[in-house]
């Protein structure tokens, strides 16, 4: 077990969890110097923060709610995140057509000339009006729509910045439970007492100096019926669904699409072979675990998406459906879409007593502010906290190279070992950046990587992943930290759990590495 505070049970914070923000803040109070332990009761972005659109976005719809703080933080944060992890996040260019009887010409170009403005762009590309009957960009949509705007914003690998988060917060020194759920927790002074189940059955009670509550979907949950208490602010629980077809167009540009109902949907390239599409924006009851696409919603983001597009898109053409369930604070906003996105904080910290920090609501785009913003709050409460933000200026591991050198690194990797494929070279390098040499070091050929899974995904991948990003499941390897789940079939799909259901019984009877956490 690593980062036990120095009292051997004690930490200075415990937090419940392991979403964006919850790593996040793992990752800035671990590297303040702080004991840190998270406990997330599954996998790590194992609900809300795999869901996303994948965008690293200002959000420009959240201008006609006038959400300008919201934006301008998160604008800044494009390039900030960007070039935390280059691997994982790239520039993408947004092409947005006029529809005529929506939103005016002159209300998008207002809109786009703040977004280009309010928060200090500088790499990414400016934007530009287009003709969308002369440039390449229209010729995926129908004639009808001539005029458009060009406009950039970036795209993430979301479970994939989570898991980078608790790798670089265990490396310094927090210890990152996964599978295990925080069963209570209660006050005795000026510490928490937390009680812990594992999957194993295992039980363990820690304490520590205080408690962030980052539960996401179930933050209020936590609090009533976990720590006994109430919640102290209203969620708002929004679902967002996404369907994945194949490609439809063949450029590097997305496509950001008006429809009647105010409503905004994505059409993104993805993963090569596809186009991801979405999101919806409706209310949502029972429990986030069990959220799933309705048919409802794939046939409305297959509507969406057609009434611009010149090829239909069929519901027979999905081969893949996701959803979330955004934890959002609830702003009494009359519809779904028009409730606020940004965080709102809660702090309680009676006298002599530990404190508690809520988090609601929050975009995976400002996670990192949000994390500078929950450790000013604890700060008064924990001195240990008090200094300076680091985050910002430090990358994540694998990203320590310049964000315009994404190429330069997969010619690096095919120099240094000849014999593997150009797109398998480029997916390690989009997946773990720099430390995709930590997987091929020592191989002389692809075949001492050991077994292939399919889709290049061999027997020494998933080690890594198992021993340093928290794999167990394969669900875990092929839906969250890859999405190599599109293209292994069920027979390879099973031949990769046996392996995982092995390794995992040797590692078993094995001592256990402080390293792997």
Not at 128 to 154: I, V
Not at 341 to 350: E, G, H, I, M, T
Not at 407 to 426: G, M, Q, T
Not at 432 to 453: M, P, Q
């Amino acid at each position: 077990m690593t980062g036990v505070g120095a009292t051997g049970d004690i930490f200075d914070l415990a937090i419940i969890g392991g979403g964006v923000n919850g790593a996040g803040i793992a990752r800035d109070a671990a590297g303040r110097g702080a004991s840190v332990v998270l406990f997330e009761q599954n996998d790590l972005a194992s609900a809300t923060s795999s869901a996303s659109t994948k965008l690293i976005h200002g959000g420009l719809r959240y201008l006609e709610y006038y959400e300008f703080r919201l934006v301008r933080e998160a604008l800044a944060e494009r390039e900030v995140v960007w070039g935390m992890a280059p691997h994982i996040v790239w520039p993408l260019r947004f092409v947005l057509p006029h529809h005529a009887g929506l939103r005016p010409s002159w209300m998008l170009r207002l809109g786009l000339f703040l977004y280009d403005h309010l928060g200090g762009r500088r790499l990414l590309p400016a934007t530009r009006s287009l003709d969308l009957r002369r440039d390449q960009a229209g010729a995926p949509l129908k004639a009808a729509f001539a005029r458009g705007f060009e406009y950039s914003d970036c795209w993430v690998e979301d479970a994939r910045l989570v898991v980078l988060n608790a790798r670089d917060a265990a490396e310094r020194g927090a210890a990152i439970r996964t599978r295990t759920k925080v069963v209570s927790a209660a006050r005795e002074g000026e510490l928490w007492k937390v009680e812990t189940l594992s999957a194993s059955g295992e039980r363990q009670v820690i304490r520590a100096r205080a408690l962030v509550n980052a539960a996401g979907p179930w933050v209020a949950q936590v609090a009533n019926a976990t720590l006994g208490g109430q919640s102290p602010a209203s969620v708002r629980l929004v679902q967002g669904s996404h369907i994945v077809v194949p490609r439809i167009f063949d450029g590097p540009q997305c496509y950001i699409f008006q429809n009647a109902d105010n409503r905004i949907v994505f059409a993104i390239p993805y993963e090569q072979d596809f186009t991801l599409i979405g999101t919806t924006d409706r209310d949502f009851k029972g429990d986030p675990s069990a959220v799933a696409a309705s048919e409802e919603e794939i046939q409305y983001l297959c509507a969406a998406a057609g009434e611009y597009f010149k090829a239909p898109i069929r519901r027979e053409d999905v081969v893949w459906t996701y959803s979330g369930v955004r934890p959002l604070y609830d702003d009494g906003a009359t519809k779904a879409q028009e409730a606020t996105r940004d965080y709102v904080l809660k702090l309680d910290a009676p006298e002599g007593a530990a404190p508690i920090l809520s988090v609601f609501g929050g975009k995976i785009t400002t996670f990192r502010r949000l994390a500078e913003a929950a450790l000013a709050k604890l700060a008064p409460h924990l001195p240990t906290l008090d200094k300076p933000s680091w985050t910002g200026g430090t990358p994540l591991p694998g990203g320590d190279f310049d964000r315009l050198g994404f190429d330069s690194l997969v010619d690096n990797l095919r120099r240094r070992y000849p014999w593997i494929a150009a797109e398998h070279a480029r997916r390690l390098a989009r997946a773990y950046g720099t430390r995709a040499e930590r997987i091929l070091a020592g191989a002389r050929s692809l075949a001492e990587l050991g077994e292939t899974f399919g889709a290049d995904l061999t027997a020494r991948e998933v080690e890594y992943l198992m021993d340093q990003e928290w794999a167990v499941e394969p669900a875990d390897i092929l839906w969250r930290r890859s999405k190599l789940g599109l293209r292994l079939d069920a027979s390879q799909q099973a031949a990769l759990a046996a392996f995982m259901a092995e390794r995992a019984g040797v590692s078993r009877m094995a001592p256990r590495s402080a390293a792997t956490a």
